[in-house]
């Protein structure tokens, strides 16, 4: 499995912009679906946005659409999450995701449907 390591959290004021990065060490993420969830506090961990192995193809949670994109890097093994027009609910600590399945008919949303995590990086999003 490979192994991600999140970076590109911080703090800012909501309808700031933050661009995270996900980079691969130890095993390729291609040609695999690969994700970003995020876990507030007291919440359970939900999914973000998914891309699949060759960029293509982008599913993401109602609440981003339209605010956040995602997209990949396979030559330098790094998976982005872009987020314009950020709010306060968006505060979490957001997770890279890995799973072993390239197939896209249906677009992995479950924590399950993923093998690899990255530790997390934290955004702050202030009103």
């Known amino acids: 499995q490979a192994q991600l390591v999140e970076s590109g959290g911080g703090s800012v004021q909501a309808g700031d912009s933050l661009r995270l990065s996900c980079t691969a060490s130890g095993r390729s993420i291609f040609p695999y679906i690969t994700g970003w969830f995020r876990q507030a506090p007291g919440k359970e961990r939900e999914f973000v946005a998914s891309?699949?192995?060759?960029?293509?193809?982008?599913d993401y949670t109602d609440s981003v659409k339209g605010r956040f994109t995602i997209s990949r890097d396979n030559a330098k093994d790094t998976v982005y999450l872009q987020m314009t027009d950020l709010e306060p609910e968006d505060t979490a600590v957001y997770y890279c995701?890995?799973?072993?399945?390239?197939?896209?008919?249906?677009?992995?949303?479950?924590?399950?449907?993923?093998?690899?995590w990255g530790p997390g990086t934290q955004v702050t999003v202030f009103s």
């Open positions: 891309v699949s192995y060759n960029g293509a193809t982008t």
């Open positions: 995701a890995g799973s072993r399945s390239s197939a896209y008919f249906s677009p992995p949303r479950r924590v399950a449907d993923f093998v690899s």
